[in-house]
Nanobody
């Protein structure tokens, strides 16, 4: 599976961004897809995940109510709508997929290249 993340950029606090992650190479219909992020000097942390087949979602407490994960089956693409952004959301955001639904990044099999989100105060 190849993953291509896009949509990052610079935004002011309180603003919004939508990240995309396009999957190719094989079907992800039986997989979970998710987003992680890594801020400078910090470990990679779980953000959100979605079960591709049934659409069940799960969020980290830090983004619950502000971020929404979704997928488009026809486009084989996952999205992360990020609203009410805060400076502490600044990080490189990575999409990932695999059969695991763990919140530990080491349990995920395939990774995109990352897209930088910078939130200014």
């Amino acid at each position: 599976v190849q993953l291509q993340a896009s949509g990052g950029g610079l935004v002011q606090a309180g603003g919004s961004l939508r990240l995309s992650c396009a999957a190719s190479g094989r079907s992800v219909s039986t997989y979970v897809m998710g987003w992680f992020r890594q801020a400078p000097g910090k470990e990679r942390e779980f953000v959100a995940r979605i079960n591709w087949r049934v659409g069940i979602t799960y969020y980290a407490d830090s983004v619950k109510g502000r971020f929404t994960i979704s997928r488009d089956n026809a486009r084989n693409t996952m999205y992360l709508q990020m609203n009410s952004l805060k400076p502490e959301d600044t990080a490189v955001y990575y999409c990932a997929t695999g059969p695991s639904s763990s919140s530990y990044s080491s349990s995920w099999d395939y990774w995109g290249q990352g897209t930088l989100v910078t939130v200014s105060s």
